[in-house]
């Protein structure tokens, strides 16, 4: 593991371990931040596109997320990662549909997988050039799902 990916590592632990039991407990809701910086170091719409694109190409070609999702609607989840992307990076984007915690019941999620595909979108990210400090604050608005999402010991 190298340094980067370490960081990114602690940043996202250290969000996990901000929440509240009381947080715990309830589905994700996501923080809107208040402007739309993050939303803009993306790359905005264009390049959450892009960045999911080379996500869900990594997503397939890692064998230990291609099971999750080598037989799902690709464009599908690509259109909802990006929404999702949009709307907590505080772009113009609302995520519709089913709820995280819906969407992931069922599918024996443990941390590590969790904790695998996060190494994978920081990949990503870095193909992208997107800078480490807007890496992390879109891990640690990310983060609070894995209430939702993590479903497995």
Do not use: W
Not at 64 to 89: I, Y
């Amino acid at each position: 593991m190298n340094f980067k990916t370490f960081a990114g590592t602690l940043a996202l632990l250290a969000a996990l371990g901000a929440a509240t039991p009381a947080a715990a407990q309830s589905a994700y809701t996501p923080t809107i931040p208040a402007d739309d910086s993050l939303y803009r170091q993306l790359g905005g719409q264009d390049g959450l596109v892009k960045l999911m694109d080379d996500f869900m190409l990594r997503l397939l070609a890692d064998a230990r997320m291609n099971p999750f999702f080598k037989d799902v609607d690709q464009a599908h989840v690509k259109a909802q990662l990006v929404a999702q992307f949009c709307e907590v990076s505080g772009g113009p984007c609302k995520l519709k549909g089913p709820t995280m915690k819906q969407v992931h019941d069922g599918q024996d999620i443990t941390k590590a997988n969790f904790n695998a595909l996060v190494e994978v979108l920081q990949q990503a990210m870095d193909a992208q050039g997107i800078a480490f400090g807007a890496q992390n604050r879109l891990l640690a608005q990310l983060a609070p799902m894995h209430r939702d999402i993590v479903n497995t010991r």
